[in-house]
């Protein structure tokens, strides 16, 4: 099977990939290959550079910035919506930004340099990918503004169903100690919020695994900041690249 039929027949498809027309697509694929890798990898360490980038077409990894204490705090997340390690590109490495694999993901990997020709070389690639990259930024500032105002609850909804989102399996294992982690609240805090979406039957959960039972419920439970970055997603989706 050609390498353009085997990408466009995968259920989860990467946005940026989609944006792309088939003969586009086919010169950006025809130069990558496609790779699966587990939970918890480290794929960006920080102030590393990377000699891939990767197009995410399944699972996310969390963006997290590390404390002088040691804390670490997700300042994101990226899934099959954009690329990582784009950074390369500019002839930067990573910064204080980690990039780690939380759902197992898969991806369509290449080379930096090669990836560099190809952005010159095609314009719906290069415009895609800087929409991307605005997506993200508009991410983080959305997840400054939600960690000031809003609840644990609030914001435990929202993670899940950015996670759920990005993931091919309804079911997402992660601890409440991760969760802790990631979200910077106390795990005691992140037990009382899971608890509260369970009582509001949101989700089932146990022994490191989430399950979401009904989608409209946590939807209602999250803040805004959810709605704000699927709106705001939507919106750059519908622009052309001209």
Do not use: I, N
């Given at each position: 099977m050609p390498l353009v039929e085997k990408y466009l027949s995968e259920d989860v498809k990467n946005l940026v990939l989609e944006s792309l027309?088939?003969?586009d697509l086919a010169?950006?694929?025809g130069q990558a290959e496609f790779v699966k890798i587990s939970r918890n990898k480290v794929l960006a360490p920080a102030f590393q550079p990377m000699?891939?980038?990767y197009f995410v077409t399944s699972g996310m990894a969390s963006l997290n910035l590390t404390l002088r204490d040691g804390a670490v705090i997700e300042i994101g997340v990226i899934g099959s919506e954009g690329t990582i390690g784009w950074q390369s590109l500019a002839g930067l490495d990573t910064g204080p930004i980690e990039a780690s694999v939380q759902i197992d993901m898969t991806a369509y990997r290449i080379k930096?340099?090669?990836m560099t020709a190809l952005i010159e070389k095609i314009k719906p690639l290069r415009v895609a990918m800087?929409?991307?990259v605005q997506g993200m930024f508009d991410q983080v500032a959305q997840s400054a503004a939600c960690s000031q105002r809003h609840g644990s609850t609030q914001r435990l909804?929202?993670?899940l169903l950015m996670a759920a989102d990005r993931s091919a399996?309804?079911?997402l294992n992660i601890s409440h100690e991760t969760l802790s982690i990631l979200l910077g609240i106390r795990r005691a805090g992140v037990t009382v919020a899971m608890g509260e979406l369970r009582r509001l039957g949101c989700v089932e959960s146990g022994h490191s695994k989430i399950k979401i039972t009904s989608r409209d419920r946590l939807?209602?439970?999250a803040c805004e900041c959810y709605r704000t970055l699927e709106q705001e997603a939507q919106r750059r989706a519908s622009l052309t690249a001209s």
């Open positions: 027309s088939p003969e010169r950006v694929l000699d891939h980038l930096s340099a090669q800087l929409r991307g909804a929202k993670w399996d309804p079911t939807e209602s439970s």
